[in-house]
Structures are given as C-alpha cells and as structure tokens.
C-alpha cells in the first residue's frame, strides 16, 4: 500500500517544451512535499518543497502545484532542458520521507 | 559549504560477513537518516537520529541492521551475517532539525554487492 505514487514511470519530452511530472498521495496528514532528483550513480539532489499551507511554490525553470482536496502534487519544468534528463522523485515528509517509485525524465534535443 | 559524504562508495562483500557503512552528515545538522534503495525502487526508511539517539529506528528490516551516532555527527551502519538480499544502494541524509519541514540532503549512496 504505498502512499506515494507516481504513476508513470518514464515520460518524454523536447526540448525547450514544458515537462509535467505527476505525484498522488495517500495520507491527508501529510503537510510538506518534496521533489528530488537522480542521475545514476548519485544520490537524490533536492529540487523544490511545498508546505500544505500553500499551492504553489516557485524556483527558477520549477514550479510545484499542491492541490490538498485531490490529494495530488504536480512538478512544471519550464523549458526542459536536455540536462533535466534524470529519475525525479515525489516524497512525503513525515519526519521520515515517504518516497514514490520515480518518474524517468528524458528530454530530447 | 561541504556536503554530506558516504564511504566506501562501494562494498562488495560475500553472504556472511559484517559490513560496516560510514556516513557524514553537513556541519551543523542535528538529524541524519538512513535510506536504502533497490533497483527500480524509491528510497524505503531505516532509521534516522535526532543527536546521538535513534528518534525512530521502525525501518531496520531486523535485527542484523544495527547503527549508531555516538557524538552526534558521524554515523555507521552495520550489517551482520550479511545476505544477498542486502545489496542495495545505502543512502545518508542529513538536516538542520528533525521537523516534517525540515529538507534532508542525501549523500551519494554506498551500492553493496553481497555475493
């Protein structure tokens, strides 16, 4: 029974296009969210959070979208960029992170 | 500043033997956690320390996973009687406090091979 999940598990996307990455979760007691990203042989790099407070947190190319009463989370990359190609990971924090399965980004030139 | 750091960054072992996993976390950071991640998986929770103490150690699969932060920094992870299914990638993170919003920032993982 996983309380975090990313449905699809690899999406592609063309350069300088926008990428949206989807995350759902369980547990409405949930109060912050946050995205990581991997490349292979690393470890997660942090990316952006959102506290249930808000619905929407913004940095850069990235922007998250929390929407509480659906119980879902959205990652907006603008413009992808071939760079951005890596696993991107939704997570719950909960002292200790509730993770997804990931979502495998690549982005085309 | 400097990072969180993890060695070896890899351990190959064979089935039975001890493994000892060594973690630093950033400069300043009170709480550190343990993570391991199988292929194709995400990170599943193993322990994580708030100081010296374990604050919740309910992700250690049994008791052949022991670790320990005796002065509040460095962290081990150790592994008896090692098995196969052990081979995972090992992550530490490490942040400021132990609160739901507090950021953790990983370190790059020790992949261990048990043969």
């Known amino acids: 029974d996983q309380q975090v999940k990313q449905n699809s598990p690899s999406l592609s996307v063309q350069e300088g296009r926008i990428s949206i990455l989807n995350c759902d979760y369980t547990?409405?007691?949930?109060?912050?969210f946050l995205w990581y990203k991997k490349y292979p042989a690393e470890g997660p790099t942090f990316l952006i959070s959102?506290?249930?407070i808000k619905d929407k947190n913004e940095d850069g190319r990235f922007t998250v979208f929390l929407n509480k009463s659906a119980k879902h989370l959205s990652l907006h990359i603008v413009p992808s960029q071939p760079g951005d190609s890596a696993v991107y990971f939704c997570a719950a924090n909960n002292r200790k992170l509730i993770w997804g399965l990931g979502t495998s980004l690549a982005v085309n030139p | 500043g400097a990072g969180v750091s993890q060695t070896p960054s890899n351990k190959v072992t064979e089935k039975g033997k001890y493994v000892e996993l060594r973690c630093d976390p950033i400069s300043g950071h009170t709480a550190l956690y343990w993570y391991r991640q199988s292929l194709g998986q995400g990170p599943e929770f193993l322990i994580y320390f708030q100081g010296t103490g374990a604050a919740d150690d309910s992700g250690l699969p049994n008791d052949r996973f022991f670790a320990v932060r005796p002065e509040g920094s460095v962290s081990t992870l150790k592994i008896q009687r090692t098995e196969r299914g052990d081979s995972a990638v090992y992550l530490c993170?490490?942040?400021?406090?132990?609160?739901?919003?507090?950021?953790?920032?990983f370190g790059p993982g020790t992949r261990l091979t048990v043969l």
């Open positions: 547990n409405s007691m949930f109060d912050y």
């Open positions: 959102i506290s249930s």
């Open positions: 993170a490490s942040s400021l406090n132990s609160g739901s919003q507090d950021t953790q920032y």
